[in-house]
């Protein structure tokens, strides 16, 4: 079980033995202390929702929202074999969070895995990041065909930031699918014009999406 509610309750004492994420990694958001409110336009909520937000732990939500993230691409649940653990580097538009995901066996085998890129959104939590490395991206795909060699390993949101070099590196990692078309659900995408250019200078060829 999580580390963190035995601590609060001061009962470290009864813990045997402590698994450090490099030996094995949390579920997804363990040992998080969340609190849930209603989302209205009473005073009492408003009133509510301001006394939580001054307790509301910065780097914790972050940490969070990242491993939620995480299990959100693979299109899971609490009840998917993941694990993840979120840390963090820095402080201020400069900070850095790195996540380290793991996904065990599945029955059935995933048919898609979408892999994005952070688009970054003016106005949102992580609109003034600094941009991503690729290579960070390239790991990722490789990862994910390592783990689900069946699945179509797709090569989603924030393209426009990748350079066709860079794409290119997720194709031969790995990524063997993406979303055409110049608008994905909330962000812009290349059209796919674009996209046929790309393909036939790297040699690719299209074929439909399997149904």
Avoid: K, W, Y
């Amino acid at each position: 079980m999580a580390l963190a509610p035995l601590d609060r309750l001061g009962l470290l004492d009864h813990v045997g033995e402590v698994l450090e994420p490099s030996v094995m990694l949390p579920q997804v958001g363990q040992g998080t202390l969340a609190v849930e409110c209603r989302d209205g336009d009473h005073p009492d909520d408003v009133e509510l929702r301001a006394l939580l937000g001054s307790i509301e732990h910065g780097p914790s939500r972050t940490s969070l929202d990242a491993e939620r993230g995480f299990l959100a691409e693979l299109g899971g649940d609490c009840d998917l074999p993941a694990g993840a653990h979120a840390t963090l580097a820095g402080v201020g538009p400069e900070a850095t969070v790195r996540v380290e995901g793991m996904l065990a066996s599945l029955d059935p085998h995933p048919e898609s895995v979408p892999v994005n890129m952070l688009a970054r959104v003016e106005g949102t939590p992580l609109g003034d990041r600094p941009a991503e490395d690729p290579l960070e991206l390239v790991r990722t795909i490789a990862t994910a065909r390592i783990l689900m060699p069946q699945a179509f390993v797709r090569l989603s949101a924030g393209r426009l930031s990748l350079s066709p070099e860079a794409q290119a590196l997720c194709f031969l990692a790995g990524a063997n699918s993406v979303f055409l078309g110049d608008q994905l659900l909330t962000t812009p995408n290349p059209s796919a014009d674009v996209d046929r250019r790309l393909f036939a200078d790297l040699g690719l060829q299209l074929q439909e999406a399997p149904r």
